[in-house]
T-cell receptor, first 112, second 113 residues
Framework: AQSVTQLDSQVPVFEEAPVELRCNYS??????LFWYVQYPNQGLQLLLK??????LVKGINGFEAEFNKSQTSFHLRKPSVHISDTAEYFC??????????FGTGTSLTVIP | GAGVSQTPSNKVTEKGKYVELRCDPI?????LYWYRQSLGQGPEFLIY????????DSGLPNDRFFAVRPEGSVSTLKIQRTERGDSAVYLC???????????FGQGTRLTVV
């Protein structure tokens, strides 16, 4: 079974500053990687995904992430955050078993 | 509506009662997942259906939990003899095929009092 580690439980950042949310997973076998965002009292919304191909993937709302196989990481970045980016962010991994394994989440708070 | 629909959105029940949570996936999606999310935690896998059959039910915590998907579309998660520790948000997701993203519903918030 996979395990997913999101090292930062809370990340405060000033508006218009860059941000990186870290994600590491346990296995280097073929995996599919995802970042989801969850706004208060809502379900999970897909931000971006890595299935194959280019290791740099771009998602919605100006977010991007880079798959690093040697470091088993899939960190999420945004060059300039907005107040509306305040939310909970979850990294998820899926392998051949087709189950999705989630991290514990990172709470991003954008400070005006 | 083209998204995953879950009903009810909120359910309050007394300890020891039986509850059913319903999930209506996106039309044509063959894979369906149930997850449980406790406060401040990430979603925890419960069960995965491919079509009508449960392909992986290893996440069900005990035999009080059961899920069905009789016609390969709508799924029902059933919890018998509910306990206060069952209180959580139950999330359903569906996927069009293997090895791609899952689309999540808004969840059912279950509170056992």
């Amino acid at each position: 079974a996979q395990s997913v580690t999101q090292l930062d439980s809370q990340v405060p950042v000033f508006e218009e500053a860059p941000v990186e949310l870290r994600c590491n997973y346990s296995s280097s076998v073929s995996v599919y990687l995802f970042w989801y965002v969850q706004y208060p009292n809502q379900g999970l919304q897909l931000l971006l995904k890595y299935l194959s191909g280019s290791t740099l993937v771009k998602g919605i709302n100006g977010f991007e992430a880079e798959f690093n196989k040697s470091q088993t990481s899939f960190h999420l970045r945004k060059p300039s955050v907005h107040i509306s980016d305040t939310a909970e962010y979850f990294c998820a991994v899926s392998d051949s078993g087709n189950q999705f394994y989630f991290g514990t989440g990172t709470s991003l708070t954008v400070i005006p | 509506g083209a998204g995953v629909s879950q009903t009810p959105s909120n359910k309050v029940t007394e300890k020891g009662k039986y509850v059913e949570l319903r999930c209506d996936p996106i039309s044509g999606h063959t894979a369906l997942y149930w997850y449980r999310q406790s406060l401040g935690q990430g979603p925890e896998f419960l069960i995965y259906f491919q079509g009508t059959g449960a392909a992986d039910d290893s996440g069900l915590p005990n035999d009080r939990f059961f899920a069905v998907r009789p016609e390969g579309s709508v799924s029902t998660l059933k919890i018998q003899r509910t306990e206060r520790g069952d209180s959580a948000v139950y999330l359903c997701a569906s996927s069009p095929r293997l090895n791609t993203e899952a689309f999540f519903g808004q969840g059912t918030r279950l509170t056992v009092v």
